[in-house]
């Protein structure tokens, strides 16, 4: 038997030179790298005083905890991936650390006002941006897996049903990373028919809208002309798409696509709309994959939709201060 001799085609191989990564800011990374592991908690005293629910005025019970209280203890439970009642304890352990006085919501406030709560945007309008620029927005969407039986008893019992999920859609400012929209819908969901509802969570202009090839749409367009006539739409045609009846006297943002796909090939069409700003978006989609989890532990939409609003004020709050887990209780 005649034996080939190691890489015969060595010599026709293409070569890639290997990557050679320096770091050049050491002590800075180093600094960085300990900080993922910082946890600093502390109570200003503007919370304190509003910890507990201010006097109901109208007829029915007196609830003892404020929207803060309820929503201090939801953040804890998002960022450490805890049931209601570990974040009951979380909460009440540092509480007693600090040495504060306050009443600790049990798990089953937690679970019921968790319905109900009325979570503040995790992002600044445009009136708290000092230059009220218009946004870049990025869009994509995931999918996330509801509770339900675990992995073991999967594998030991089968499934009986099919695991359902849902599917989550974010918008994010190309600018600086922040999730300026969230909505959370069924499976079954388009992308497209979702692309209103988060145009309506950004306030003030909007001066682009990048998506991928599922908002090749014409409803996409549209959304996007009605709420801004000059905004850019950067969404890659289908490898079938044809020009409009107008192409040639009055063409779309779709037709100047396609005639520059046309004339510089997919890569260069990228390259000179910008397409490639899109990546944050999927950043950000794995930056809540990495740090809330791939799964909603809520039982019913109305706690799942307060689970996604507040991820998303953890989210944009680590993301503006550098660390993983930074709660400041205002």
């Known amino acids: 038997m005649r034996t080939l001799p190691f890489k015969l085609n060595q010599d026709r191989r293409r ?11 050491w002590p800075a990374y180093d600094a960085s790298l300990r900080r993922r592991g910082s946890l600093t908690v502390w109570f200003t005293s503007e919370a304190i005083e509003s910890w507990a629910a201010e006097p109901r005025t109208t ?29 009951e304890g979380l909460l009440g352990s540092i509480v007693g650390l600090l040495g504060l006085s306050l009443r ?47 992995e073991w008893l999967t594998e030991r019992h089968g ?11 974010l918008g994010v400012d190309a600018d600086t990373g922040r999730i300026v929209a969230s ?24 001066a682009s809208f990048t998506g991928d090839g599922g908002y090749d ?51 260069g069409w ?14 950000a989609i794995g930056r809540w994959k990495r740090v809330i989890g791939d799964g909603l532990r809520s039982r019913t939409d109305e706690r ?5 609003a507040v991820a998303a004020r953890a989210l944009n709050r680590m993301l503006e201060l550098g660390r993983p887990i930074y709660v400041r209780i205002v």
């Open 159 to 169: 499934t009986r049903t099919r695991r359902s999920w849902r599917k989550l859609h």
């Open 59 to 87: 007829p029915g019970g007196q609830p003892w905890y404020s929207p803060l209280a309820i929503l201090t203890a939801l953040t804890l439970r998002a960022v450490f991936r805890l049931a209601y009642r570990q974040a």
């Open 183 to 206: 909505s959370l819908t069924g499976r079954e969901a388009d992308d497209g028919a979702q692309v209103g509802p988060l145009l309506d969570q950004v306030e003030g202009p909007v």
């Open 304 to 308: 799942r939709a307060t689970e996604v």
């Open 270 to 283: 990228q390259k000179r709309s910008g397409y490639g700003r899109r990546s944050r978006a999927e950043a």
């Open 104 to 150: 600790v919501p049990d798990h089953t406030t937690l679970s019921r006002r968790a319905a109900t709560l009325e979570v503040p945007r995790p992002w600044p309008g445009a009136s708290d941006r000092p230059d009220a620029e218009p946004v870049h927005l990025l869009v994509d969407s995931t999918g996330l897996r509801l509770c339900g039986a675990g």
């Open 15 to 25: 070569h890639i030179p290997r990557q050679r990564h320096r770091v050049t800011n």
């Open 217 to 267: 749409q014409e409803g996409v367009y549209a959304e996007v002309a009605a709420r801004g006539p000059d905004a850019a739409v950067v969404v890659p045609p289908r490898s079938n798409a044809v020009p409009s009846d107008t192409a040639q006297s009055a063409p779309t943002q779709r037709d100047r696509h396609l005639h520059l796909i046309a004339a510089h090939g997919r890569l």
